[in-house]
C-alpha cells in the first residue's frame, strides 16, 4: 500500500473546474429523478421546505468538512482519515464512503442505462407516440426484461469508465466542462416551457405552498435528509476525493457556497420542469420512481414539440447521471490506485468492472429475481434505502465528528480557510453538535428503533 504523500496526485486545471466537478457530482439522478418524485410523494412544499433547511444547516457545513478533509490531506477517502488520524477508527468514515460508491453506483448503473434506453428510443423514434401496452407497459415490460436492461447498464458504465479512464484533468474535468452549463441551459429551457402549458399556478402551489400539518410526519423529515446526503453526494467520499485534487492555494468557503447554491437551485428547477406537465395533463404527483419514465412521456406524447422535449429531457437526466456517475467511480478508482499501486487506466477497468457486475442483481431483482426481497423490498430498493439512510448519514455524522472532536479546532479552522471567526465557530459548532444530533435522530428512525 503506498503512502498518500508518496503517490503522485492530479490537480484540477483550475477552481472553476473543480467547482463544476463537484457540481457534476451532486448534479444527477438525485435531483431530477429522485427529488421529482420524493418531492411528490411527501407533499411538494412542505417537503421542498425541510429539505432546504436539511441543505443550510447540515448539508453545508457538510460539504466544508469534507472539502477541507480532501484538500488537506490530498489522498483518497480512506488514505484522507489513515493520514490526518493515524492510528485512529475516524478511517471507518473512508470505508464507508468506497463502500456507498460501490453500492450506489452499483445501481445507480441500473437507473442511468434507463435513461440511455429512453434518449435512444426518442432518438430512433420509437417513443414518438403511444406504445402498444402504453408507457407503463413500455416501462414495465422493459425493466423486467432479463437481458434488454443488462445491455443499456453495460453502456451507461462504459461511458462512465471511458471518462475516468482519461483522467482528472483531460476526462472528469473537461467533460463537466461541457456538461454542466449545458445541463443548467437545457433545464431553464424546459422550465419555462413546461410553465407555459397551462398549470404553472398549481404547480408552482404545489411546490412552494407547505402544508404546516404534515411538519408532523416523521418520515418526511427522514425523506428530507436522505434526499440532501443523496442529492449533495454526502458521506461517500466523493466531495473528499474530488478535493483532494485541490492546490492549497484555493478557497474553500465560497467553492462550497456555490456548489449546494447550484445543485439546491438544480432540484428547484427540475421540480418547474416536471410538476406544470404533470399537473396541465392530470397527473399524479405522487407517481413514484415511475414518474419520469411514465408519467412524463405520456405527457410529451400530447405536446406539439413532444419530441424535442423528450428527447431534451431525458439527454439532460442521462448527462446529468453521467456527471455523478463519474464522480462515485473516481472514489473507488482513486483508493484502489494507491492500495494496489495501479495505474489510472487498469484500476479504472478492473473496478468499473466489478462494480458493472455487482449491480447487475439490482437490474434482474425487477424481473426474473422479483422473488428476492430484502425486508420486505426489492434489490433495488434495498440498496438505495441503505446507501440513502444508513451508510450515507453514517458516514456523514463521522466525518462531522471528526472535524467536531477528532482534529484540534484551530487545525480544522486553518485548513478550512475559515480561521477563527464568526463563520468558522458557528460551523464548527454545528458540526460538533446540531449535525450528529439531528443525522442520529434521522437515523434511528429510519431503522425503526422510534
Excluded at 74 to 97: N, R
Excluded at 256 to 281: E, K, N, R
Excluded at 375 to 388: N, P, W
Excluded at 417 to 444: E, H, K, Q, S, Y
Aim: with cysteine; proline share 4%; charged share 10%.
Amino acid at each position: 500500500m503506498q503512502r498518500c504523500d508518496l503517490t503522485p496526485r492530479e490537480h484540477w486545471a483550475s477552481r472553476w473546474g473543480f467547482i463544476l466537478a463537484a457540481m457534476g457530482s451532486a448534479v444527477g439522478l438525485g435531483n431530477i429523478w429522485r427529488f421529482s418524485y420524493v418531492a411528490g410523494e411527501n407533499g411538494g412544499g412542505t417537503f421542498l421546505l425541510v429539505y432546504v433547511l436539511c441543505v443550510l444547516l447540515i448539508g453545508l457545513p457538510i460539504v466544508m468538512a469534507e472539502f477541507t478533509i480532501g484538500r488537506k490531506s490530498q489522498c483518497d477517502v480512506v488514505g484522507a482519515f489513515t493520514s490526518l488520524a493515524p492510528g485512529k477508527p475516524w478511517v471507518v468514515a473512508g470505508i464507508m464512503g468506497v463502500s456507498s460508491a460501490f453500492i450506489i453506483l452499483s445501481f445507480y448503473g441500473v437507473i442511468g442505462g434507463w435513461t440511455v434506453k429512453y434518449l435512444v428510443s426518442y432518438l430512433t423514434g420509437s417513443l414518438w407516440s403511444t406504445p402498444e401496452n402504453g408507457y407503463d407497459g413500455f416501462f414495465i415490460g422493459f425493466i423486467t426484461n432479463a437481458y434488454e436492461p443488462l445491455f443499456w447498464q453495460f453502456v451507461f458504465m462504459a461511458l462512465t469508465i471511458g471518462i475516468v479512464f482519461l483522467g482528472v484533468k483531460k476526462g472528469i474535468e473537461t467533460a463537466n466542462r461541457i456538461l454542466m452549463p449545458l445541463l443548467a441551459i437545457l433545464l431553464l429551457v424546459l422550465a419555462l416551457y413546461s410553465l407555459s402549458l397551462g398549470a404553472a399556478r398549481e404547480a408552482i402551489s404545489f411546490l412552494f405552498s407547505p402544508d404546516w400539518s404534515a411538519l408532523s410526519r416523521p418520515e418526511l423529515y427522514l425523506a428530507a435528509l436522505g434526499q440532501a446526503f443523496f442529492s449533495l453526494s454526502l458521506g461517500m467520499g466523493a466531495l473528499i476525493t474530488y478535493s483532494s485534487y485541490l492546490t492549497p492555494k484555493e478557497k474553500l468557503p465560497g467553492a462550497a457556497v456555490g456548489v449546494v447554491s447550484l445543485d439546491t437551485m438544480f432540484a428547484i428547477v427540475a421540480g418547474l420542469v416536471i410538476f406544470p406537465a404533470v399537473f396541465a395533463f392530470g397527473g399524479e404527483p405522487g407517481a413514484g420512481p415511475g414518474l419520469v419514465f411514465i408519467t412524463l412521456p405520456d405527457i410529451f406524447q400530447n405536446l406539439a414539440i413532444g419530441v424535442v422535449v423528450g428527447i431534451a429531457f431525458f439527454f439532460l437526466l442521462a448527462a446529468a447521471a453521467l456527471s455523478s456517475a463519474m464522480s462515485l467511480l473516481e472514489v473507488a478508482v482513486s483508493y484502489f490506485m494507491r492500495v494496489f499501486g495501479w495505474g489510472r487506466h487498469m484500476t479504472t477497468v478492473v473496478i468499473g468492472g466489478i462494480i458493472f457486475l455487482v449491480g447487475i442483481p439490482s437490474s434482474l431483482g425487477l424481473g426474473v429475481l422479483s422473488n428476492v426481497t430484502i425486508f420486505g423490498k426489492d434489490i433495488l430498493d434495498s440498496m438505495d434505502f441503505l446507501a440513502s439512510n444508513i451508510f450515507l448519514p453514517l458516514g456523514g455524522m463521522i466525518i462531522a465528528l471528526f472535524i467536531g472532536w477528532g482534529w484540534k479546532k484551530s487545525d480544522a479552522l486553518e485548513s478550512s480557510d475559515f480561521g477563527d471567526t464568526l463563520w468558522g465557530n458557528a460551523w464548527i459548532f454545528i458540526l460538533r453538535f446540531v449535525a450528529p444530533v439531528a443525522i442520529g435522530l434521522v437515523f434511528l428512525r429510519a431503522i425503526g428503533l422510534f
